[in-house]
């Protein structure tokens, strides 16, 4: 960041400002006030500084008479008694970055007016960074107007308010409308030049942060809009997937509630993204809405006779949007209530649905567990007899063997002996082999 090659502090250079060439302000003084919005993708606020340096380096303002310190910056550059001398300043706030051109004419340009700022500095060119928040073309003159035509004529339009401000004789007029060159015209003209002398710094802080703060008031319209047209037909979706739901729930099965509940999630996530956009950008409108109207209140606005106030422009353009703002997001909260107590319906039914299908699914798993049992003690009542005939077959043969061989008398008296004996072997087998097939 460029610093004073003196190091001075910002309010040395202001007073360095007035202290070389300008003693004190003296009138006709014009200033070109520009805003713009600082967007919150922007990660480092540097490049708004080098903006600045930028534009006093095109003025060819030398370091001498530049300072950028914290969130201010200044620099001057005076061009003879004759042509006069331009005062830049810039000032970072927390949504809006702001230049203020001050020209004060020298003793040859003195009939000033709106439109540029004639001078011998080089044109001004330069695409600022940011979108614009506001631009004003403020005219403080010591001309006297002595009828509302001329003011009219020199606004350069057809619609004027104007308040007498500060318990003063100062006055200021506005259209409230771009000229051709896109900027808002404000003329402010006393009766006593030093009531304009002794409160220009003030009276101009006070227009900028009216404009700015009215400005950011709207700048959330157009989103707005776009999703007043969402919401709408959201709404509309919703009450016919209502009449749906209603309809046909307790004929529906899982896979119909499924296919409800994916439809309705679709729509929770473009109803949040909705909310959480316009959150963002409503989120600060009440806030400007107190600035706007402190602002009014701290000028101690009074009207004048046949010309509307400036309160009332502003409070007829503004009265209804951060209610409209606010009633909007409840508006959408609802909406999105109504989808999640749907969704939480469905997915209590399909979880009731479910487990009344775990419950036939458990109660057929038992049912089938009880047969195999059955199952099982019949096989293992077969496999006791297969076992039985087949030990008693065997036995048989061994009998018949020793019968030949004269060790026993009648072999089939043997055999149907062993029948129980094979009985009680096959149940002491079955027994055995049953335990080390469960142990394992």
Known sequence: MFQCNRHETIDQIHDEIHKSGVHEFSLPVKVHSFSYIIGDETKDRSVFFEEFISILDTLEISTEFRSVTGRFGQGRKDYGAKQGQIIVTFEMHSRYYEYRFWQFPGTENRDVGFGPIQCPAPPLKFCPIAKKLSSLDILITGKKFHSTQDIYKQIGSSTLYGSKILDSSIEVFTAFYPDNYDMERYLLWAEEDKDLINNIEFIVENIVRMENSYHSLLLPLPEFYEGLEKVHKLEQELAGKMDEIND???????????????????????????????????????????????????????????????????????????????????????????????????????????????????????????????????????????????????????????????????????????????????????????RIILNK
């Open 248 to 434: 046909q729930l307790e004929q529906s099965n899982t896979e119909q509630m499924k296919k409800w509940l994916r439809g309705l999630t679709s729509k929770m996530a473009e109803v949040t993204h909705v909310y959480e956009k316009l959150g963002h950008s409503i989120s600060s409108t009440p806030t400007y809405e107190k600035i706007n109207f402190k602002t009014i209140e701290q000028l101690k606005e009074k009207p004048l006779s046949n010309i509307k106030p400036l309160s009332e422009f502003l409070t007829r353009k503004t009265m209804f949007i951060s209610t409209d703002y606010s009633s909007f997001m409840k508006r959408i909260e609802s909406l999105g209530k109504g989808i999640s107590d749907i969704i939480t319906i469905l997915r209590a039914k399909v979880d009731i649905n479910q487990q009344e299908q775990n419950l036939k699914q458990l109660s057929n798993m038992e049912q089938s567990a009880k047969t195999q049992i059955k199952l099982q003690e019949m096989v293992e009542e077969i496999s006791l007899i297969i076992l039985s005939y087949y030990m008693t077959g065997l036995a048989n043969y061994i009998f018949k063997f020793l019968e030949q061989k004269g060790v026993i008398g009648d072999s089939l008296l043997f055999t149907v002996c062993f029948i129980p004996v094979a009985f009680l072997s096959s149940y002491l087998i079955t027994k055995r082999v049953k």
